[in-house]
């Protein structure tokens, strides 16, 4: 048994994939490609088991389903060039860390280039227009599999900003390489072109998440946490 390669070569892209008969290299792998996946710290490490869906409080089932069958079933996805819409209103509802331990758990099966970017940070560095931008950009064009964090927080409608995003979702469309987006809206309301709401819609599956903060209530525990300590040393 043996994993299938496909080897990223900066100012060069990515290789044709190889075949190489040997299991254990896929940890050094999986290291390689977190390193150079601009996850956020607190995400880089994270992976299916730890996300709490009970954390919730309320049935989950068809959101978790649909998350393990993107990790068993990347082959598929990939094929079609199908991706995950991750949304809900609320902030801190868990989006980004779902998104990043799904991309993670994928690692463990699939030596391929994984790509981090906000839609903010995407938008800076195509403004940027220097030539490590520019690298950065074509490395999130072509990996494949991106995380796509926080579409449609931009609300600057300027033809420039929408011919960028266009030009992301498109090319990802067009290549058949599957995207995660995360969004605080679904996608019909996206303050996007409508060509980019209609390339997403036909690209991924929607995950609606319960509009749960699951950030505030870890700062709310952390504090409870921390205040008991201090009370305690009195």
Avoid at 84 to 106: D, H, Q
Avoid at 124 to 133: D, L, W
Avoid at 139 to 152: P, R, T
């Amino acid at each position: 048994m043996g994993l299938l390669i496909d080897y990223e070569i900066e100012g060069y892209g990515e290789t044709n994939s190889f075949y190489i008969p040997d299991e254990r290299i896929l940890a050094s792998q999986i290291d390689s490609r977190r390193s150079r996946s601009w996850m956020p710290k607190e995400f880089v490490y994270k992976s299916g088991i730890d996300f709490k869906w009970d954390q919730y409080r309320e049935d989950v089932a068809f959101q978790k389903k649909v998350a393990n069958a993107f990790v068993k079933k990347f082959d598929l996805f990939r094929k079609q060039g199908r991706g995950l819409y991750i949304y809900s209103n609320t902030k801190g509802s868990g989006k980004t860390m779902l998104a990043c331990c799904i991309a993670n758990e994928v690692l463990k099966g699939h030596d391929i280039p994984i790509k981090f970017i906000s839609m903010a940070e995407y938008i800076e560095n195509v403004r940027s227009k220097g030539e490590g931008a520019k690298t950065k950009i074509d490395a999130i064009l072509d990996a494949v599999l991106l995380i796509v964090d926080d579409i449609g927080a931009t609300t600057e409608d300027l033809a420039w900003i929408s011919n960028a995003i266009f030009r992301l979702v498109n090319r990802r469309h067009e290549n058949l390489l599957p995207t995660i987006y995360t969004s605080n809206v679904p996608i019909e309301k996206l303050k996007c072109d409508e060509r980019v709401k209609s390339r997403i819609y036909e690209d991924v599956i929607p995950i609606m998440m319960p509009e749960i903060s699951v950030r505030k209530k870890k700062a709310d525990d952390s504090r409870k946490e921390f205040l008991k300590q201090i009370m305690q040393e009195e």
